[in-house]
């Protein structure tokens, strides 16, 4: 069964910091890693990864993912209070559907 | 003009009882999942339809029964509702060729 753990599970800053978030994972016949926002609702989507090395970035988020080590952080520098939310890493495993499996995530908690 | 569309937001209901959740989504996308979120935040796959057929249907109580009316529509209906049903229910969408979901906002069900 695939699997996909975070690390940690929970995380309290001050504002300002850099924070560094763990997913890795399990699966069979990967295809993508996604990273995703879970604020009070929805979880909104923020990067999909599918190969090794190549940093994707937007504004002060970015992500890496490791196909070798079987693992993928999320980095949130210069932390701001709309940053608390918990984030959800996910993996696609390629048997013809798009079924996510989700790791617990981390919730995130930036102190002013 | 949103996305992904859940209705209700909120059911609140007694045991044995029967509900539906509507899940409606408007950026045209041929695949819609139901994702239950346990009060652990943990997220999980519970179906999945492409063009109106099950291609997902993971190991659910056959008290839960997906319905796709069109591409555009995916239900779901809970006959005896219990206490252990009680969650945030979350629909998605996604394109075939893409393993990006979205997600709509939630119901959350409590059962009483």
């Known amino acids: 069964e695939d699997k996909v753990v975070q690390s940690p599970l929970s995380l309290v800053v001050h504002e300002g910091d850099t924070v560094t978030l763990n997913c890795s994972y399990e699966?069979?016949?990967?295809?993508?890693l996604l990273w995703y926002k879970q604020e009070k609702k929805a979880p909104t989507f923020l990067f999909m990864l599918?190969?090794?090395?190549i940093e994707k970035k937007s504004g002060r988020l970015s992500s890496i993912l490791d196909k070798k080590e079987l693992f993928s952080i999320l980095n949130i520098t210069a932390t701001q209070t709309g940053d608390s939310a918990v984030y959800l890493c996910?993996?696609?495993?390629?048997?013809?559907?798009?079924?996510?499996?989700f790791g617990t995530g981390t919730r995130l908690t930036i102190i002013p | 003009d949103t996305a992904v569309s859940q209705t209700p937001k909120y059911l609140v209901t007694q045991m044995g009882n029967d509900k539906s959740i509507k899940c409606e989504q408007n950026?045209?996308?041929?695949?819609m999942y139901w994702y239950k979120q346990d009060s652990k935040k943990f997220l999980k796959i519970m179906f999945s339809?492409?063009?109106?057929?099950?291609?997902i249907n993971e190991t659910v109580p056959n008290r839960f029964s997906p319905k796709s009316p069109d591409k555009a529509h995916l239900n779901l209906h809970i006959n005896s509702l219990e206490l252990g049903d009680s969650a945030v229910y979350f629909c998605?969408?996604?394109?075939?060729?893409?393993?990006?979901?979205?997600f709509g906002a939630g119901t959350r069900l409590s059962v009483l």
């Open positions: 950026l045209g996308h041929d695949t």
């Open positions: 339809y492409n063009n109106k057929e099950l291609i």
């Open positions: 998605a969408s996604s394109r075939t060729s893409s393993n990006i979901q979205y």
């Open positions: 599918t190969s090794s090395g």
């Open positions: 699966v069979t016949n990967f295809r993508s």
């Open positions: 996910a993996v696609v495993s390629n048997f013809g559907n798009e079924k996510l499996t």
